[in-house]
């Protein structure tokens, strides 16, 4: 699982941080300005509802430190660079401590963006948002004989979710200061229970440096009006998925046939059928498999949300025609959002979180291909 997703991240990062052609022919080239920041967190750990677990909770002493390499595009004519008014996207590396053994120290390495709410000019006070999503590692799961105090999370490596909303004041060309409040979440998606999740509401202190200042964007957006298209996406996923502490995982995997409507750079929405299939169901349930018990389908709202032109944040609100709660479908509709790679060849890959009112039904790994015909030049 680790290697998979670290393979991904390297995909996804890779067109924040290397030239991506057009054509063979016609590469475009860009010029790219690094990032560096430092951030130091505290924040408080949400309870779980359990007694054990907000006993657990009020107890622990949460601190974090995040370091993050970034990057600009340099070229005010990129047209994401003008709809996301000059983002930064790259890596980072994640540490925290919660002062309970029960817990562990959690680290992170993760993909992220940050981008401004308004173009930043000359302006020296300026607002930004931020996404973070990765792989998280070194918790102390819960075992029931070692570790019985971890009722939050039953998994070593974990995937890793931050959001922020950011207060920035420029000091100097090179120099920022950060002021920023957001959430955290770190959850294995149903991989191995318990699987509450560990959610954190931290306030942090960062300041960033920039090597090389960039000249502000002073001028007026120049983006060519956006030709609206159809486009139909096909996808097999897969994913695995633990229904009982201390039993095996099963396979869980499905189909998952979209169209949708592109009608903005930024936004694509539509309609799609999803088709599940829930293994192992006769061990799980000592009853005989059939194609009925062991099949779901449901109609699924899609949305997705382009950071460029190849990178992009799925959505989808389901309502099932038919589900069963033998198969860990406790609830009549879920939700999914993940990352995604679309490549130059119309195939993409990523990872989404299936889930029931917020609670993880399994992490599906996305393999799939887009039908389309974009006019639009990027």
């Known amino acids: 699982m680790r290697n998979i997703l670290i393979l991904f991240l390297l995909n996804a990062i890779s067109y924040s941080v290397f030239a991506q052609p057009d054509t063979l022919s016609k590469p475009k080239v860009r010029k790219y300005s690094k990032v560096w920041n430092l951030s130091f967190e505290q924040g408080a750990m949400l309870g779980n509802g359990t007694e054990v677990g907000d006993q657990l909770a009020e107890a622990?002493?949460?601190n974090g430190l995040d370091f993050r390499l970034g990057?600009?595009?340099?070229?005010?004519?990129?047209?994401?660079?003008?709809?996301?008014r000059l983002p930064i996207m790259g890596i980072g590396w994640y540490a925290s401590t919660f002062q309970q053994e029960e817990i562990g120290k959690p680290n992170a390495?993760?993909?992220?963006?940050d981008m401004p709410i308004r173009f930043e000019r000359n302006r020296k006070l300026t607002m930004s948002y931020l996404g973070a999503f990765g792989l998280s590692y070194n918790f102390n799961p819960y075992d029931e004989v070692s570790n019985p105090g971890d009722v939050f999370i039953g998994s070593y490596r974990n995937c890793y979710v931050n959001l922020a909303l950011l207060m920035n004041y420029h000091v100097t060309p090179k120099w920022t200061t950060s002021l920023s409040i957001g959430f955290k979440h770190f959850s294995n998606g149903s991989f191995k229970q318990p699987n509450y999740g560990i959610n954190l509401v931290p306030v942090s202190l960062s300041v960033s440096y920039k090597p090389t200042a960039y000249k502000p964007f002073n001028g007026e957006k120049s983006i060519p009006k956006f030709i609206q298209y159809n486009l139909y996406n096909i996808a097999?996923?897969?994913?695995?998925?633990n229904y009982s502490e201390g039993d095996p995982n099963y396979l869980k995997a499905?189909?998952?046939?979209?169209w949708l409507r592109a009608f903005s750079y930024k936004y694509k929405a539509g309609l799609g059928l999803d088709i599940f299939y829930a293994g192992g169901y006769k061990e799980r349930n000592n009853s005989?498999?059939?194609f009925s018990n062991t099949m779901s389908y449901a109609v699924a709202g899609s949305w997705e949300w382009a950071l460029n032109e190849h990178l992009y944040v799925p959505v989808a609100l389901a309502v099932y025609l038919k589900h069963s709660e033998n198969n860990g479908e406790r609830d009549p509709f879920y939700e999914r959002v993940g990352i995604?790679?679309?490549?130059?060849?119309?195939?993409?890959?990523?990872?989404?979180i299936k889930a029931h009112k917020g609670v993880a039904d399994i992490f599906e790994w996305t393999l799939g291909y887009t039908l389309k015909h974009d006019q639009n030049k990027y």
Request: aromatic content about 24%; overall charge neutral; hydrophobic content about 35%.
């Open 340 to 352: 995604r790679y679309r490549f130059n060849n119309n195939i993409f890959a990523g990872i989404t």
């Open 109 to 113: 390495i993760y993909y992220y963006f």
């Open 60 to 62: 622990s002493y949460y």
């Open 288 to 290: 005989e498999a059939t």
């Open 254 to 258: 499905a189909l998952s046939i979209n």
């Open 71 to 84: 990057f600009h595009i340099n070229d005010h004519s990129d047209i994401y660079n003008q709809v996301y």
């Open 236 to 241: 097999l996923i897969a994913g695995s998925k």
